[in-house]
């Protein structure tokens, strides 16, 4: 008897567990996260409970139901939590919305100042996680299961550091997180017990990735992989009974998209990229900027990029990728037939850009966001500019920028909410960069009910004092300029 219970998101309506083998579907649908942690969760595949139920509390109850339902006979049980998953709080939910307040109230008290991280309701949510991992183990033992059973503990990516401008977590020392190939958003604790069967107490160093636990399981349970069945991943067995290493060369991993830079999916950027491991070395291959070569065994937080220095294992790392790419027929990024080149001056906008009587205009269609020409200047800045947006209606804007030295102690994604004046005439803004390590990019993401907005100029400017965002007032003249000459 096979079961999922929690979080499915791997395709629309009619592309659910039950097409992939499942016997039984609880809370598994199309939806990347309820609405709320407390009924109504919206999910389409759980029913609503009474008021002030705990979504992670019912989940746990509808898989301890399904072990003692079937404590007789085998059965296979995925149990995919929605916690932890943003949004964390404050928007779109409120804290009270996402975790039990006594557990927020505990952590908020226990919150150090100092710590990289410090969010209660994140702490709160795990909490309940953890109990809920307690409470499967404890069916098990009660159904006098646990010495037959496989317990395989892990995740799917790192955590997010940053989501809709509240930090949210730290992976330190690992850099960056959820959403990119650096060992923040890839590398996870993995657990295997199997009481009676399998060496406690063990600790492994050889690298793996989730497309083993498949051969994996199929090796511990004595199976074999269906007829004509491709195996992308190998079975773990031989180093959990205590061997050093794998059979394999290399690890590899791929994702050619773009995600992240609209507003409200600034809780990380991701570019499309592709990934090798070969021993400690790790390549990471974007199709927008090139190669980054890290030497994990010595810089596991991926501060040193060494790809200029070693050319030679750089060429040999992409080789392998492009190899392994075209081997397994991976989609990659190709050109764009209705690519906009950039605007004037390097300029890019969603939709509408042009100079118009000595202006810098975003068409009226589309304001959307406005996107800066890549910068990639070190040192906290701030960016001031001269903008003429229509007369009413009007909404709050943001600025948001991607550092140019990202770090595991930063978010490598900010941004800051201003509000515009609409009036049809000129105003002048300055915006502090707070907490960042200078500057790659960055943008405006406009009020989108405005019908027109114009620029007459944009500047860079450095700051004197790393303490930003206060009373620290800017060198001149600027470090960059763009002036459009308006009137």
Known sequence: MTALVGKWHLGPEGHGPERHGFDFNIGGGPEPGPASYFPPYNLSKLPDGPPGEYLTDR?????????????????????????????????????NRTAKAGFVEYFSAKADPAAPAQNPTYAAMIRSLDESVGRVLEALEEESLTEGTIIIFTSDNGGV??????????????????????????RVPTLISWIGVLPSGKLSEVPAVS??????????????????????????????KGRETLERNALYFHFPHVQGAAKGLQHFLRENSSAV?????????????????????????????????????????????????????????????????????????????SLDAGSLVVSAKAPGVLLSPLI???????????????????GPASL?????????????????????????????????????????RFWLDL???LNSTRFDWIRLQRLRSKDVGVSTKPVIPPVLEWNFDGG
């Open 59 to 95: 989940l746990t109850e509808e898989a301890v139901g399904f072990i003692r339902a079937n404590r007789d006979r085998p059965f296979f049980l995925y149990f995919s939590h929605y916690a932890v998953h943003s949004a964390i709080g404050p928007r779109p939910m409120a804290p």
């Open 400 to 440: 948001g920028w991607q550092d140019n030295r990202p770090s595991p102690r930063l978010p490598k994604v900010h941004s800051i909410d201003f509000e515009a004046i609409c009036d049809d005439r000129w105003h002048e803004y300055e915006i502090r960069l707070r907490g960042s390590r200078g500057i790659r």
């Open 376 to 394: 990639a200047r070190n040192r906290p800045h701030e960016v001031g500019f001269r903008m003429r947006s229509s007369a009413e209606p009007c």
């Open 211 to 240: 497309i083993d636990l498949y051969p994996t399981i199929l090796e511990l349970a004595g199976l074999e992989k269906n007829p004509g069945q491709i195996l992308d991943g190998v079975s773990l067995v031989p180093v959990l």
């Open 277 to 353: 491991r070969v021993g400690d070395l790790k390549l990471i291959h974007s199709w927008e900027t090139g190669d980054e070569l890290y030497d994990l065994s010595k810089d596991i937080g991926e501060s040193e990029d060494l790809a200029e220095r070693m050319p030679a294992e750089t060429a040999r790392l992409r080789g392998m990728l492009f190899d392994w790419l075209e081997r397994v027929g991976a989609q990659v990024p190709t050109k764009n037939p209705g690519y906009r080149t950039p605007g004037p001056e390097g300029w890019w906008a969603s939709d509408g850009l």
């Open 447 to 449: 009020p989108r009910n």
């Open 161 to 186: 550091e940053l989501s809709r401008g509240e930090v949210v977590t730290s992976n330190l020392p690992l850099r960056d997180g959820k959403g990119t190939f650096y060992e923040g958003g890839i």
